[in-house]
């Protein structure tokens, strides 16, 4: 009763003192209201000690939202994406989603019409403010309004090269990457035909105007593996275009394509010869990892490989040569044996062997660790041999999102 009173009171008041802003607003009232771009007819907002309000129900309309008016207690209330707001006029707090906002000034009424702070509401409903004070507009759009585009642009061309030029001025990872070096321009053109590649946004959380975060799928099928990914990737607009400021994987699955046997065999029938080159060359190749004879591990390595982990090297002069003959054989007790080997895919300059790798290695207490993963070998020809390009594990198949009792885990919680 007590606050139905003091309401009730306020109301008459600001009703009687506002008299005196009329001049105020009368001064500002060609302000035009735009959402989204469209004009919004008879909403005005008006400027008073610097600050922009707008009046509420007309204001809230223009967003969508519904909004209630309690005449007992004087409270209004409405509900801004799935979170209550209420406030009550000549008070000087909001509250919104168990938060409480604190106004520099009490909540106006002018005109018998109650304003809110228009920038306050609108971050709240996450539409980011442009007012153009020359031609007296102000300008609502959702974050992220019309940034759809360019987003997809970023992920797919970081999915293509994982360019450290795509991070953000403060990414961890950009200090662990040359900056000089073109990663999209020298991007490897395959032989190997991508028979499907899609890039979908499955959720997008904007933060703020210039900050995301979003969960990605990827789907890329090639002749020889089709690959499924699941990223989050937080990014921020940062001068004048998206950039990656973290990331994770959450999921990653793959399998081989259904028509595999069919090129296998297609290959064993007509290129007989030719496949057993690849195979002698990539066993020649693994003979030489377990005997750590450097040249020819050198010998069989794609040299396209090499020169890339130059130019790529944060510490001058280094090499790939001057790592492994340093830093990796020494202490290496790693053995490989290829098993079931079969070339699954042969082209003029590429192929693709699919095996089993028997890995193992010493263990501290004598004996040795052993483990037995599926694999793809990428090869590539050059100087007169078939080369080792690259080597993918098949058995390498994750899920984050789920916990270890199969329940779905939030996306963000990453």
Same mark, same amino acid.
């Given at each position: 009763?007590?606050?139905?009173?003091?309401?009730?009171?306020?109301?008459?008041?600001?009703?009687? !003192?506002?008299?005196?802003?009329?001049?105020?607003?009368?001064?500002?009232?060609?302000?035009?209201?735009?959402?989204?771009?469209? &004009?919004?007819? +008879?909403?005005?907002?008006?400027?008073?000690? +610097?600050?922009?309000?707008?009046?509420?129900?007309?204001?809230?309309?223009?967003?969508?939202?519904?909004?209630?008016?309690?005449?007992?207690?004087?409270?209004?209330?409405?509900?801004?994406?799935?979170?209550?707001?209420?406030?009550?006029?000549?008070?000087?707090?909001?509250?919104?989603?168990?938060?409480?906002?604190?106004?520099?000034? @009490?909540?106006?009424?002018?005109?018998?019409?109650?304003?809110?702070?228009?920038?306050?509401?609108?971050?709240?409903?996450?539409?980011?403010?442009?007012?153009?004070?020359?031609?007296? @507009?102000?300008?609502?759009?959702?974050?992220?309004?019309?940034?759809?585009?360019?987003?997809?642009?970023?992920?797919?061309?970081?999915?293509? !090269?994982?360019?450290?030029?795509?991070?953000?001025?403060?990414?961890?990872?950009?200090?662990?990457?040359?900056?000089?070096?073109?990663?999209?321009?020298?991007?490897?053109?395959?032989?190997? @035909?991508?028979?499907?590649? &899609?890039? !979908?946004? =499955?959720?997008? /959380?904007?933060?703020?105007?210039?900050?995301?975060?979003?969960?990605?799928?990827?789907?890329?099928? @090639?002749?020889?593996?089709?690959?499924?990914?699941?990223?989050?990737?937080?990014?921020?607009?940062?001068?004048?275009?998206? /950039?990656?400021?973290?990331?994770?994987?959450?999921?990653?699955?793959?399998?081989?394509?259904?028509?595999?046997?069919?090129?296998?065999?297609?290959?064993?029938?007509?290129?007989?010869?030719?496949?057993?080159?690849?195979?002698?060359?990539?066993?020649?190749?693994?003979?030489?990892?377990?005997?750590?004879?450097?040249?020819?591990?050198?010998?069989?390595?794609?040299?396209?490989?090499?020169?890339? #982990?130059?130019?790529?090297?944060?510490? +001058?002069?280094?090499? #790939?040569?001057?790592?492994?003959?340093?830093?990796?054989?020494?202490?290496?007790?790693?053995?490989?044996?290829?098993?079931?080997?079969?070339?699954?895919?042969?082209?003029?300059?590429?192929?693709?062997?699919?095996?089993?790798?028997?890995?193992?290695? =010493?263990?501290? =207490?004598?004996?040795?660790?052993?483990?037995?993963?599926?694999?793809?070998?990428?090869?590539?020809?050059?100087?007169?041999?078939?080369?080792?390009?690259?080597?993918?594990?098949?058995?390498?198949?994750?899920?984050?999102?789920? =916990?270890?009792?199969?329940?779905?885990?939030?996306?963000?919680?990453?």
């Amino acid at each position: 009763m007590i606050r139905k009173f003091l309401v009730s009171l306020l109301s008459f008041c600001l009703l009687v !003192t506002t008299q005196h802003l009329i001049g105020v607003a009368s001064a500002d009232k060609s302000i035009q209201l735009y959402v989204n771009n469209v &004009k919004i007819a +008879g909403v005005h907002p008006i400027v008073m000690s +610097g600050v922009m309000y707008a009046p509420y129900r007309s204001f809230f309309s223009a967003l969508g939202y519904k909004v209630a008016y309690d005449p007992g207690t004087g409270q209004i209330s409405g509900v801004i994406n799935g979170a209550e707001i209420q406030f009550w006029a000549g008070e000087d707090i909001i509250e919104y989603d168990d938060a409480i906002y604190y106004l520099d000034n @009490t909540i106006p009424v002018i005109n018998g019409h109650v304003y809110l702070p228009l920038r306050l509401i609108s971050n709240l409903a996450k539409y980011s403010v442009n007012y153009d004070k020359s031609s007296l @507009t102000v300008n609502l759009k959702p974050y992220g309004y019309g940034e759809e585009s360019a987003i997809i642009d970023l992920l797919t061309k970081y999915y293509k !090269t994982y360019s450290p030029l795509l991070y953000t001025f403060d990414n961890l990872k950009r200090r662990y990457m040359n900056l000089e070096y073109d990663y999209e321009a020298n991007q490897p053109v395959s032989e190997i @035909t991508v028979r499907d590649f &899609k890039v !979908t946004i =499955d959720r997008i /959380k904007y933060t703020s105007a210039s900050e995301a975060r979003v969960q990605v799928t990827y789907i890329k099928n @090639t002749e020889v593996l089709n690959q499924s990914d699941v990223y989050i990737f937080d990014i921020r607009y940062e001068r004048g275009q998206w /950039k990656i400021a973290d990331e994770a994987s959450v999921y990653s699955h793959t399998e081989l394509p259904e028509d595999i046997d069919k090129q296998a065999a297609s290959i064993m029938k007509n290129r007989y010869d030719e496949q057993n080159e690849v195979l002698s060359d990539l066993r020649t190749y693994y003979q030489a990892l377990n005997e750590k004879n450097l040249d020819l591990i050198i010998q069989y390595t794609d040299p396209t490989f090499i020169q890339q #982990w130059k130019d790529k090297s944060l510490f +001058g002069d280094g090499s #790939w040569e001057d790592f492994m003959r340093e830093e990796i054989l020494p202490f290496s007790s790693e053995r490989r044996i290829l098993l079931n080997e079969r070339v699954v895919y042969l082209g003029d300059k590429e192929a693709v062997v699919q095996c089993k790798l028997d890995f193992s290695i =010493d263990k501290k =207490d004598g004996g040795r660790d052993n483990r037995v993963s599926e694999d793809l070998i990428y090869l590539k020809y050059a100087n007169g041999h078939w080369t080792i390009s690259d080597d993918f594990d098949l058995d390498l198949d994750f899920d984050k999102r789920v =916990d270890s009792e199969g329940n779905t885990v939030g996306w963000y919680n990453y």
